[in-house]
């Protein structure tokens, strides 16, 4: 439920977005890397049937993961079973979050390398990437000082804690755009700043995290015109700041405060006719997924095939909604 427009204006302070210059449309292929909120954001594209690759390997914290892994991406290798490790009985990758973890290191092992295949042939087509950073908290493995991506629950002592500097950032991700756009020159790249706050920091080092984040994307976007910003944690924390916008633990958005999130999105990326057409896709699935009383009536099979008639005509148009749309 989105509360209308007289109590925003009335009982909140709006953030403004300038107009953006660049627009998403259906035939453009979207990657989302980063926290939580990139999951939450990629998730309201693939359910508007935009071809998004969410988080190929896994929930990325910090901007450092972020980096590693669209230089892998970037690369050619594979992982192999030197880099996997057994804790509480599963294999699991300092890279990935435990959502690639296996019983057996075969398992564990197919599981990343797949993703990494796919999302790598995706990225080289990829028009808009969409990465949020969640905190500018490092842990680093004590054994050869890499950055890790997941701890994993490994105890605490395998791992050095530190804060990424603005400078540092800056540096590594002035050379990983510099690569990227090299390789795609039409791609776009979208920061955000998860509104999520790292609580477990600390209030004041929280606060501090958020604030590199925010000044090396300032300086990011100051030194590449194909680099934006979304401010999706002003909008939590400015607009939706009372209680009711969050979580039961206080701490992430509710799903009203994505909704509303995401209707922000929207309507800074996406022009009227990718607008209109979201809106007959939305149409559309609610059509293929009615289930009538009486299925063998004539009445319904004309339905259908109009509804049929409907969907070739937009897979026809565009042509990447084509599997978006089976089954729908």
Request: aromatic share 12%; proline share 4%.
């Amino acid at each position: 439920m989105i509360i209308d427009n007289w109590f925003y204006h009335v009982f909140t302070t709006k953030v403004n977005i300038p107009a953006s210059t660049v627009q998403i449309g259906y035939n453009d292929k979207l990657m989302t890397l980063g926290s939580c909120f990139a999951e939450n954001i990629g998730k309201k594209l693939t359910d508007a049937f935009f071809q998004v690759n969410i988080n190929p390997f896994g929930v990325l914290y910090n901007p450092m993961s972020v980096n590693d892994s669209l230089q892998k991406l970037m690369g050619n290798d594979f992982y192999t079973e030197t880099e996997l490790f057994e804790h509480q009985s599963l294999w699991h990758s300092f890279s990935h979050s435990s959502l690639y973890s296996g019983e057996t290191k075969k398992e564990c092992l197919q599981k990343i390398n797949a993703s990494l295949q796919e999302a790598r042939k995706f990225l080289q087509e990829t028009r808009f990437l969409l990465i949020t950073f969640g905190t500018a908290w490092i842990y680093e493995n004590t054994e050869d000082g890499k950055t890790v991506a997941n701890c994993h629950k490994l105890p605490a002592n395998r791992f050095h804690r530190r804060r990424l500097s603005v400078t540092e950032i800056g540096e590594k991700f002035t050379i990983l755009l510099s690569q990227l756009k090299a390789r795609n020159p039409h791609l776009e790249v979208i920061f955000t700043v998860s509104p999520i706050r790292h609580w477990k920091d600390g209030a004041h080092e929280n606060n501090v995290s958020k604030s590199v984040l925010h000044l090396a994307i300032e300086e990011l976007k100051e030194k590449f015109p194909f680099v934006h910003y979304f401010p999706a944690y002003e909008i939590q924390l400015d607009e939706l700041r009372d209680y009711r916008f969050y979580a039961p633990d206080m701490l992430h958005p509710s799903e009203t405060a994505v909704d509303y999130i995401w209707k922000r999105f929207s309507e800074t990326y996406f022009g009227k006719e990718t607008e209109g057409l979201k809106k007959e896709l939305e149409q559309l699935r609610a059509d293929l997924n009615h289930r009538p009383l009486h299925p063998e009536s004539s009445e319904y099979q004309q339905f259908l095939k109009s509804v049929e008639k409907r969907k070739a005509k937009l897979q026809e148009k565009y042509p990447g909604l084509g599997s978006l749309l089976e089954g729908k």
